[in-house]
């Protein structure tokens, strides 16, 4: 799964960031910015056209991400372990 696909207010945990093609800052800034495996992840709200951009929470830091760089986040199947934030 994806995180576009998670619901709203649906915690979830990040599985990896995926490249697109080679050298993929993006995907590069989002590992830097702390979207890396094992945290725990939220869409806390979504924009009126087209659902962008998400607001997205990790810990207690939110980020505006496009529907695009979202897509390159991956979450653990359903039924996985979410741990509380302490």
Do not use: W
């Not at 869409?43 to 496009?66: C, H, K, N």
């Not at 390159?72 to 979410?82: I, M, S, T």
Request: proline share 5%.
């Amino acid at each position: 799964m994806t995180l576009i696909e998670l619901p709203a207010r649906t915690p979830a945990i990040v599985d990896r960031v995926e490249d697109v093609g080679t050298d993929d800052n993006i995907a590069r800034r989002l590992r830097e910015l702390g979207f890396i495996q094992g945290e725990q992840i939220e869409i806390v709200a979504a924009g009126p056209l087209g659902s962008e951009p998400l607001l997205v929470q990790i810990g207690f830091t939110r980020f505006a991400l496009r529907r695009s760089e979202a897509a390159r986040v991956r979450l653990l199947a359903d039924g996985a372990e979410v741990r509380s934030v302490a």
